[in-house]
């Protein structure tokens, strides 16, 4: 369940843009394997390497993010269903297990002021099964996701970046069809 902010819906504006200030691509990487979450217990677990790269500009924060979701919640799908924001360094990531994802960061408009801009894209689904992912060591990837439709969000006011980023995710979510169309 998304956030819920008081007239947040109002002061909330999305429009489309041409591109971002400082345009992404997402590489993504997951791996079944054992997982001691606070060496209690082992457990299967899918281990993601998820780094977000500028594509022609640097980054002062490019870098791998590492993400474990037990099986028992992520299922048989990769991607699974995951929100990932890592807010100190200025990602933000949600992604679907039907192949939708949406990515943003935190940029400076050509005017000057700091906008949430963010992307989406499909990708296709792998399927396994309980079996599979529980046995072998089974390696899903994608190199390079590209993103191609470009969003910014207006309206953060004094929210925190990351709870204005929930908002954001949380009203495309609810407004999926209107975002990624039939896909």
């Not at 993504?28 to 993601?48: D, H, I, L």
């Not at 296709?124 to 992912?133: G, I, Q």
Request: glycine share 8%.
């Amino acid at each position: 369940m998304w956030p819920s902010i008081d007239n947040q819906d109002e002061l909330l504006c999305i429009a489309r843009v041409n591109s971002a200030p400082q345009p992404f691509v997402l590489s993504m990487v997951g791996q079944t394997c054992q997982y001691s979450p606070g060496r209690r217990q082992t457990m299967r677990a899918w281990f993601m390497n998820i780094q977000l790269r500028g594509t022609g500009v640097p980054w002062c924060h490019d870098g791998t993010y590492r993400y474990y979701i037990p099986l028992s919640t992520a299922g048989v799908r990769f991607p699974p269903s995951v929100t990932f924001f890592r807010d100190p360094y200025n990602v933000y990531i949600k992604m679907w297990n039907d192949g939708k994802i949406m990515a943003g960061k935190y940029m400076m408009s050509e005017s000057g002021t700091e906008h949430f801009f963010f992307s989406i894209a499909v990708v296709p689904v792998h399927l396994h099964n309980w079996e599979e992912l529980h046995t072998q060591n089974i390696r899903d990837e994608y190199p390079e996701v590209q993103f191609s439709t470009w969003f910014v969000a207006h309206g953060r006011g004094t929210l925190s970046k990351t709870t204005f980023a929930n908002v954001v995710f949380g009203r495309v979510e609810a407004q999926r069809y209107e975002y990624f169309g039939s896909a």
